[in-house]
C-alpha cells in the first residue's frame, strides 16, 4: 500500500462527515463532493464501506427518501451525538 493511499484511508471518515455535515447525502453525490474537494482517488467501491463503518459507530444514520429521478435514495446525515461533538 502507497503511502498516498494510507493518508486518504487514514483522513476519510474525516472528509466523509465534513460533507455530510453541511446537507444530508446520499452515497454517489458524496463520492462527486469528496472528488470536486481533490480526493478523486475515492471512487464508489469505496465510499459505501465508510459509510456503513460510520453507520455502525452511530456517527451518521441512513434514511431512505424519495428521489426526484428514479427509485428512493439512502440519504446519509449526522446523529445528534456526532452533532454536538
Known sequence: MSIRSQLLKGILDGCVLAVIEKEPVYGYELSRSLQD?????VSEGTIYPVLLRLQK??????EMM??????????YSLTQKERKH
Not at 66 to 75: A, D, F
Request: no cysteine; aromatic share 4%.
Open 37 to 41: 474537494i481533490g480526493l478523486a482517488e
Open 57 to 62: 459507530n452511530r456517527l451518521i444514520i441512513g
Open 66 to 75: 424519495p428521489s426526484q429521478s428514479g427509485p428512493n435514495r439512502k440519504y
